[in-house]
């Protein structure tokens, strides 16, 4: 059956930046007859204390990258000042707190004093330039100030996601040097209270971190270590509301923000300045065919890259009203989000698939209590959109009116590469549709060798920069270089497996890697076996992601028991290794099951064959394919036995 076309809507087309699909494919081709003329004029939208002499240079092969060489420019000038003048008294960040009904309006004005305050706050804590500073705060507008604040000072800042233990925070804390660390005594997400100070307090001990300055999110007092914690508002009190902006070079490090990879700990992505700045804005314009007057709302977290570039950077660098949202789409139940769009008349909405399919199961009169006249875009990201949820999202949410961006991307891209345009593009839902002006992605076979034409399907690589594009990994450029420019040599690796169908239509079909996709969170396979087996019940993990209806995948743990486990029952062993991840990692990684086996399906090299974990895990034990190779072939039946027992 050939694949439903939903044709853009002729309201969205006559507004649109992009208004037809010709204007697309003319826009495309000229991207790449000549890209520095291209992005040279896409950096016209950022205000530069100092013109670039350079567009880009670019070497794949050494993993360098250089966009707008010799311009000056600050980030945060860009999102606050140069709107003080015809905006001031426009609200820029509207706060949604937990409590419904709870809204706090920040205009420019307002959020230029406060980036102002809390830049000064910083300098007298001793940050200077090029220092890494730690964010480890909840959705509450502090983050945003805070990312500011480090960007007008040209401090590099690393947002950790206050869903992260204590262990990932001290790594994170760790890794980048970060010797400041903003925290709010506790944070508040669905009524629930989150611990985040007494997180912080056993993240820092004995690294060298010189001050804590914490938030007083609720009334509960924290304890407070004298001469290291700092009380925000006390502190923010002292300081001037006016801070120079330091010009940073366009390559000046802007952020560090830490991914999961298929091995090892976590990486730092570091993004710069200038070819971020203009990335992140661009795309949010054209992507959500943003116009003056439109709010933004994007239901993601600061502590990921989508809230980095679609909830403060690309929204306040264009002059937008962005929406920061503390709580969760079912709480107090599952109409929250469209309460929220009438509240703040939201004409733009951006979410995860994840969120979408677990509101689909409370049916559609959540929705339909309110009116949700405003929307005119609704975008989804992180992980692949399945066609039935993306058609709920168009009839029901947008009632048949908006647009629907499937956008697809990564940390490291700092924003969209591959998306529909809402003026333009004809959609097949389930589809990320076409690459954006300027982006050239290519489909790569095992060997590397190009998938031309259509109806292909292999892994995804990007053939040549954007501005975007992360530079390198903090502290570790050869990993950069081995991770995304070895695998198919000259080009950026995705780690995604991609098909392009006989229209030329891009589907995003997920990790061709050791990585999960949870909730639209990457987790990296050996990141969490490595949590298992520091827990003296475990001599060996395989971690494998299994299919999940509504977190799209989740995560499976087979263990050999450990010595410490002798004599302990297999519940206990499974109980206490599921907390040990969470100890370890955080809630997100909380494992579906953990599957105590005998042994693992190893070759006689000593290779775990995943594939046959994956299978099982998915109960599909009749395609197991050959299992004639491997060094214990009965195992495989042991194991099928134990999953069968656990599933019922
Ligand atoms: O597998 C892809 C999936 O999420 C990965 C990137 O994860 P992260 O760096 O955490 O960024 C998430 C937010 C940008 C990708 O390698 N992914 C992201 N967007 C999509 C997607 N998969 C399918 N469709 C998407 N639209």
Redesign the pocket.
Known sequence: MADQIIHPKSNLARRAHVASFEQYEQLYAASLRDPRAFWRERAARVDWFHPFERTCRQDFGNAEVAWYLGGKLNAAYNCVDRWLEDRAEQTAIIWVADEPGEYRHISFHELHENVGRLANLLRAHGVRKGDRVCIYLPMIPEAAFAMLACARIGAVHSVVFAGFSAESLRDRIDDADCQVVLTANEGLRGGKVIPLKATVDAAVEGLPVRSVIVKQRTDTPTPMKAGRDYDFDEEMSKQRAFCPVEWMDSEDPLFVLY?SGSTGRPKGQLHTTGGYLVYASYTHELVFDWHRGDVHFCAADVG???GHSYIVYGPLCNGATTVMFESTPVYPDASRYWQVVDDVQASIFYTAPTALRALIRFGDEPVKQYGRESLRVLG??????NPEVWQWYHDVVGGGRCAVV???????TGGILISALPGATPCKPGS?TFPLPGVRPMLVDEQGTELTGNDVAGNLCITGSWPGQARTILGDHERFRQTYFTTYPGRYF???GCRRDADGYYW?T??VDDVV?VS???LGTAEVESALVAHDYCAEAAVVACPHEVKGQSIYCYVIPGQGAEGVEPATIEQELVKAVRDAIGGIATPERVQVVPGLPKTRSGKIMRRILRKIAESNYEDLGDITTLAEPAVVEQIVAGHKAGKS
């Open positions: 991914t990921w890259i989508t989804s990201v992180g992980e692949p959109i499937d956008t697809w991307w990564q940390t490291e990320a995705t780690g995604d995003i997920g990790r996709n639209g969170h990457r």
